[in-house]
């Protein structure tokens, strides 16, 4: 069993920054953040390998302004988030698994991260 702890969500203006963080309390092959926007459904952000830090993102809407990254020491998983943007507005999860990316059997709570115009 993986327990993940998301932190830093928030209200912020747009173009503002957001850092989020996730907390693993044991060991992960890959992790991800995911997020649901208030009617849609659940989307894929970001993912990286814990291993070798290899990561990948959804699509271009967020490429280049987010950036996924990993402390292995610290088994925390980030998510920098720049240039926000309104449709960012979501409920953001983290996501892990012991062997495979997609899809991930762990979930965290989630933490709110709202971009106001």
């Known amino acids: 069993q993986v327990q993940l702890v998301e932190s830093g969500g928030g209200s912020v203006q747009a173009g503002g920054t957001l850092r989020l963080s996730c907390a693993a309390s044991?060991?992960?092959?890959?992790m991800g953040w995911f997020r649901q926007a208030p009617g849609k459904e659940r989307e894929g952000v970001a993912w990286?390998?814990?291993?070798?830090?290899?990561?990948?993102y959804a699509d271009s809407s967020v490429k280049g302004r987010f950036t996924v990254s990993r402390d292995n020491a610290k088994s925390t998983m980030y998510l920098q988030m720049n240039s926000l943007k309104p449709e960012d507005t979501a409920m953001y999860y983290c996501?892990?698994?012991?062997?495979?990316?997609?899809?991930?059997?762990?979930w965290g709570q989630g933490t709110q991260v709202t971009v106001a115009a």
């Open positions: 990286i390998y814990t291993g070798d830090g290899s990561a990948y």
């Open positions: 996501a892990a698994d012991r062997v495979r990316c997609s899809p991930p059997r762990y």
């Open positions: 044991g060991h992960t092959y890959c």
